[in-house]
Nanobody, 115 residues
Framework: QVQLQESGGGSVQAGGSLRLSCATS?????????MSWYRQAPGKEREFVSR??????TYADSVKGRFTISADNAKNMLYLQMNSLQPEDTAMYYC?????????WGQGTQVTVSS
């Protein structure tokens, strides 16, 4: 069974940076790696942030040019480097992995950006 655990969240001032990590276990024999980051701000729906599918990356327009998704398959890790953070980036950030049609979610890590 696939398990995901996010870390790296915290509180930063606007303009700062954070790197989120997602440790995966059981993510084997899933075909192409399909991993994403989502976020959910208080009172809002969960929204897509970035996706890494095989070697292809996509980003939400709101984070394009500021966030970078990457993976270290040897360490079973997914990362999200977040630069130039803004108060509107404040949210709980979730890691998601797809394996043979089933989606798995982590518990989330909180990011708070103050102005």
């Amino acid at each position: 069974q696939v398990q995901l655990q996010e870390s790296g969240g915290g509180s930063v001032q606007a303009g700062g940076s954070l790197r989120l990590s997602c440790a995966t276990s059981g993510y084997t024999d899933c075909g192409y790696r399909d991993m994403s980051w989502y976020r959910q701000a208080p009172g809002k729906e969960r929204e897509f942030v970035s996706r890494l599918y095989s070697a292809s990356t996509t980003y939400a327009d709101s984070v394009k040019g500021r966030f970078t998704i990457s993976a270290d398959n040897a360490k079973n890790m997914l990362y999200l480097q977040m630069n130039s953070l803004q108060p509107e980036d404040t949210a709980m950030y979730y890691c998601k992995a797809g394996c043979l049609g089933t989606m798995y979610w982590g518990q989330g890590t909180q990011v708070t950006v103050s102005s």
